[in-house]
């Protein structure tokens, strides 16, 4: 071969060399710069048995850093009373505000404040991505109004005791507990437990999960009730109880150490709502007709019929 033919081929080989490294260059620099992030905590995609939502480009939305910010400094810290009793931080609401919002993203992150400020907008609300209690109360009244319980003593009636109210199986009681409901609600709480401990194994590993300690109450074992505990129309004891109309249970999703499974105490309602159990029904319970109260994990009431 010919010094002018040799060089000529090292000339190609050599520009066929560049061309690999700018390719390889820019695929590197098309790569992220960051690792993705682990699942975002409490994804309710996760607690229904499926595959959570990984924390990628909706969890880092552009724009929503400042909103991010506030949320992540309010978590922890925001002195407020949603319900009446004083309360600190809202991560015990989180499960129940990505469930609204319709995201899996962390409360602390952009994607978060993202899906925040869109449903702001949906109530026409100011997009600001932010937290606050004035936000959260619009939310938890949405909620509220699912509950037929809380439209029919709106207009100013506490609801009769039903007529007819069957006995659950002891298996179905916490405990052994005999507990009543009407009859049609027991029937849907059976097919949602029944859904629950097959489709997400943690769930059924716990005999206890999704058991009712509390279901029809009287009127009259509810009033000594809350007399005897001394708080009648407080947070945690009402004259007029959902309890009843029949339609309305109390079902265990987990205590922390220490606590009983009906303890409003905050360590262990933020306890419940981490658990298999509680983000299970949050995302799945609508489809048996139940709907929760916002400050207690563990009640759930039946819409299938009213009050």
Not at 114 to 123: K, T
Request: hydrophobic share 40%; net charge neutral; glycine share 8%.
């Amino acid at each position: 071969m010919k010094l002018r033919d040799v060089m000529r081929f090292l000339g190609a080989s050599a520009a066929a060399i560049v061309l690999l490294l700018l390719l390889v260059l820019r695929v590197t620099s098309c790569s992220p710069a960051h690792p993705p992030a682990g699942k975002p905590l409490g994804a309710p995609g996760e607690a229904a048995g499926q595959a959570s939502t990984p924390a990628s480009a909706d969890c880092r939305s552009e724009g929503w850093a400042g909103a991010a910010e506030a949320n992540a400094t309010s978590l922890q810290t925001l002195a407020w009373a949603p319900f009446g009793r004083q309360e600190t931080g809202w991560e015990i609401y989180v499960p129940l505000i990505q469930s609204e919002i319709r995201t899996a993203c962390p409360g602390d992150s952009e994607g978060f404040a993202a899906a925040l400020a869109a449903w702001q907008a949906s109530r026409d609300l100011d997009e600001t991505g932010v937290l606050t209690e004035p936000v959260f109360v619009a939310l938890k009244n949405a909620v509220q109004t699912r509950r037929e319980f809380v439209r029919f003593t709106s207009l100013g009636t506490c609801p009769d005791t039903p007529d007819l109210i069957t006995a659950a199986r002891t298996d179905e009681g916490y405990g052994g507990k005999q507990v009543w409901m009407r009859p049609k609600a027991l029937d849907a709480y059976r097919r949602m437990a029944a859904a629950a401990r097959a489709e997400v194994p943690e769930i059924a590993a716990d005999p206890r999960n999704l058991t009712i300690f509390s279901g029809y109450r009287s009127p009259p074992a509810d009033a000594a009730r809350c007399q005897a505990e001394g708080n009648c129309d407080g947070i945690v004891r009402a004259r007029c109880s959902a309890h009843r109309t029949g339609l309305a249970a109390d079902i265990y999703v987990g205590q922390a150490p220490g606590y009983g499974p009906d303890s409003t105490a905050d360590p262990n309602r933020l306890f419940m709502t981490r658990t298999a159990t509680y983000r299970w029904l949050l995302a799945n319970a609508h489809r048996f007709g139940f709907v929760n109260y916002p400050f207690e994990p563990w009640h759930w009431e039946w819409t299938g019929e009213p009050p």
